[in-house]
């Protein structure tokens, strides 16, 4: 019997949909109930749905973890690379895009973040210029994101449902995310239709800073 190579050991475990810790209604009017609803039990099951049909029994894996997958994404077996992109990457984003909405949240970072921001921006009002810019430039389908590349904070955008963990430093968009915005019209048309920018501003209003800081601080410690 062949040994099972080193690199690739790992047994895919399941995922299941997060539960969200407020009600579907919770962040009305800037993000309507409806939209939350539809968004999480029918967009986020299908990526919770699609990972677990792709990678079912695979015991060839280069990591157990989703966020190991994530970051190992260029060494998993190209026969489910997309599928993992696609829908490991789409329940990766949404359950931390949850976690990441509250209801009447701070309305800025405080502490290590907020003096991150300052160096690396020039402030907070700057920084969320450059995110918003961000995400109005995505054309398409994508993600605008905040993350953390070897100590300095970084702004950019993904296509589809990429994210920070599968990127190329060379190519200007890796890190550990630390916040993210769906800007698939899946998120916004119910409520902004095509009106992009209204669904931005309106979500500026019910960003939860203490999980950031949080996130941020756990990278800061892993050394990220
Ligand atoms: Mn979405």
């Known amino acids: 019997m062949a040994p099972a190579p080193a690199a690739a050991a790992a047994t895919f ?3 299941t949909l997060p539960a969200l810790d407020y009600p579907y209604d919770a962040l009305e009017p800037h993000i309507d109930a409806r939209t939350m609803e539809i968004h999480h039990q029918k967009h986020h099951q299908a990526y919770v749905d699609g990972l677990n049909k792709a990678l079912a029994g695979r015991a060839d894996l280069p990591a157990a973890s989703l966020d190991g997958l994530l970051g190992a994404v260029a060494t998993v077996p190209e026969e ?3 599928a993992l992109r696609n829908h490991g990457g789409g329940h990766f984003n949404h359950s931390m895009f949850w976690s990441q909405m509250a209801k009447a ?3 800025a970072p405080s502490g290590a973040l907020e003096e991150a921001m ?3 921006f020039g402030g907070f009002k700057p920084f ?3 995110f918003t810019d961000a995400a109005m430039k995505r054309f398409g389908s994508g993600w605008s994101w905040l993350a953390l590349a070897g100590g300095r904070l970084v702004v950019f955008s993904t296509a589809n449902q990429d994210n920070p963990l599968m990127g190329e430093a060379a190519a200007g968009w890796a890190g550990t995310p630390l916040l993210g915005l769906d800007v698939w019209e899946h998120a916004y048309y119910l409520k902004y239709q095509n009106r992009r920018a209204e669904y931005v501003a309106a979500w ?3 960003v939860n800073w203490e999980e950031v800081v949080h996130r941020h601080e756990a990278a800061l410690t892993a050394g990220r």
Do not use: G, I, S
């Open 13 to 15: 475990q399941p995922v």
């Open 80 to 82: 489910v690379r997309t």
């Open 105 to 107: 949240p701070r309305p």
């Open 118 to 120: 300052r160096r690396d």
């Open 128 to 130: 969320q210029e450059k």
């Open 204 to 206: 500026w209003n019910v």
